[in-house]
C-alpha cells in the first residue's frame, strides 16, 4: 500500500514538474541551428508585415466614433497616449525577440520566462486570436469591396452573400476565397509573400498620405473649421480623452506579428527590434496625422460615426475622394489578413 502511495506521489511530482518545466535560452539556440525555415525578411520587410498587420480598417471608423463620443479635438493626444503606451509593451517584445529569435513568439517567450502550462495556455490564446481575427478581417473585406466597385450588385454572382434559410448562418463566399488566396500565397514562401505585403502594404500608406495632404490642404482653405468651436480643445476633460486612449489602443495591435516571422529574418538580432519600432513609430505618426486632419475639416459633433473620412472629404467637394479612402481600407484589410495568417 505504501508503495503504491510512493509511486502516485512520484507520478503527481513530475506533472506538477511539467507544468513548470521551462526552456532555457541555450537550447532555443541549439533549436535555431537546426532550423528549415529560410532567412529571407530584412529590417524592411519586417516593417511592411508589421505595418500591414497593425493599420487595418479600424482607423477608417474608429476617429469618428472616439472624437464624437470621448475626445472631440483632442484626438490625436489619444492616438499618442495610446501609442506610448504600446511602445511599453513593445519594448519586452523587442528585447526578448532579439534574446530568442523563435517563431513561437509569445509562447516561447512564456516557456522560457514562466513555464510549459502558462505556454500552453499562451500558445493557443494566440492561435484563437489569430484565427477569430483573421475570419473578422476577411468577412469585413467584402462589404468594403462592393462599396469600391460601386455596390452589391457589382460583385460576381458566386461571391455575394447568402444565407442558408434552415440554418440562419451568412455564408460569404468572397471571405473564404480571399482566405485561400492568402493561404496558398504564404504556402508558396515567405519571400513572395513578404512581397505581396509590401505592395498592399505601401497602398494602403499612401492612400493615408493622401488623406494627410488632400486633407490639410483643403483644412488650410476652409480655415480649420474643426477646431472652432465653444467647448474648447478638451469637450470631454482629460477623463474624455484618457478613455479615448483606451478605445484606440487596439489600432496598435498587430505589431507583435513581426515576431511571428523571427526565423525567418535575415539578423534577427538587430532586424526585429528595428522592425518592431519602426511599425509603431510609422503608425503612431499616420493615426495622429489622420486625426489632425480629420477633425479640422469637420467638427468632431458633425463627423459621420461610420465612414468619418470620406463623409469629411464629401461635405468638403471631394466625393471622388471616397474612392481613394475605400481603396485604403480594402488594402487595410488584405494586408492584415495577410498578416493574421501568417504566424500560423
Not at 20 to 44: P, T, Y
Request: net charge neutral; with cysteine.
Amino acid at each position: 500500500m505504501q508503495k503504491k502511495d510512493e509511486e502516485i506521489f512520484s507520478k503527481f511530482s513530475k506533472g506538477l514538474k511539467s507544468l513548470v518545466r521551462r526552456k532555457q535560452v541555450d537550447s532555443v539556440h541549439v533549436r535555431r541551428e537546426g532550423h528549415q525555415l529560410a532567412r529571407k525578411l530584412s529590417a524592411l520587410d519586417l516593417t511592411a508585415i508589421g505595418v500591414g498587420t497593425t493599420i487595418g480598417a479600424g482607423v477608417y471608423v474608429l476617429v469618428g466614433t472616439v472624437a464624437r463620443e470621448h475626445t472631440g479635438p483632442a484626438l490625436a493626444v489619444s492616438f499618442l497616449i495610446a501609442g506610448l503606451a504600446a511602445a511599453l509593451s513593445a519594448f519586452c517584445y523587442a528585447e526578448l525577440a532579439s534574446r530568442c529569435p523563435s517563431a513561437g513568439s509569445a509562447y516561447h517567450y512564456t516557456y522560457i520566462c514562466i513555464g510549459e502550462s502558462v505556454a500552453w495556455l499562451i500558445g493557443w490564446s494566440l492561435i484563437l486570436e489569430y484565427t477569430i481575427g483573421g475570419s473578422a478581417i476577411a468577412r469585413g473585406i467584402s462589404p468594403n469591396l462592393a462599396l469600391f466597385l460601386g455596390g452589391e450588385d457589382k460583385l460576381p454572382g458566386f461571391l455575394v452573400r447568402f444565407t442558408i434559410p434552415q440554418l440562419g448562418v451568412v455564408v460569404d463566399p468572397c471571405a473564404a476565397v480571399l482566405v485561400i488566396i492568402v493561404t496558398i500565397l504564404l504556402c508558396a514562401g515567405i519571400k513572395e509573400s513578404s512581397l505581396v505585403q509590401t505592395v498592399v502594404t505601401t497602398v494602403n500608406v499612401c492612400a493615408m498620405v493622401f488623406i494627410i495632404i488632400a486633407g490639410g490642404y483643403l483644412a488650410c482653405k476652409t480655415g480649420w473649421v474643426g477646431y472652432e468651436n465653444h467647448s474648447g480643445f478638451f469637450p470631454f476633460g482629460v477623463n474624455g480623452m484618457l478613455a479615448g486612449a483606451g478605445v484606440v489602443f487596439f489600432s496598435y495591435i498587430g505589431f507583435d506579428a513581426v515576431t511571428g516571422a523571427a526565423e525567418e529574418a535575415k539578423r534577427p538580432v538587430r532586424d526585429l527590434p528595428l522592425g518592431i519600432g519602426m511599425t509603431l513609430s510609422l503608425c503612431c505618426i499616420l493615426y495622429m496625422l489622420v486625426s489632425v486632419v480629420i477633425v479640422g475639416l469637420v467638427p468632431y459633433y458633425a463627423l459621420n460615426p461610420d465612414t468619418p473620412i470620406s463623409s469629411a472629404f464629401s461635405a468638403n467637394g471631394m466625393q471622388w475622394a471616397a474612392y481613394i479612402v475605400t481603396a485604403g481600407a480594402v488594402t487595410a484589410l488584405c494586408a492584415s489578413l495577410l498578416g493574421s495568417l501568417l504566424p500560423q
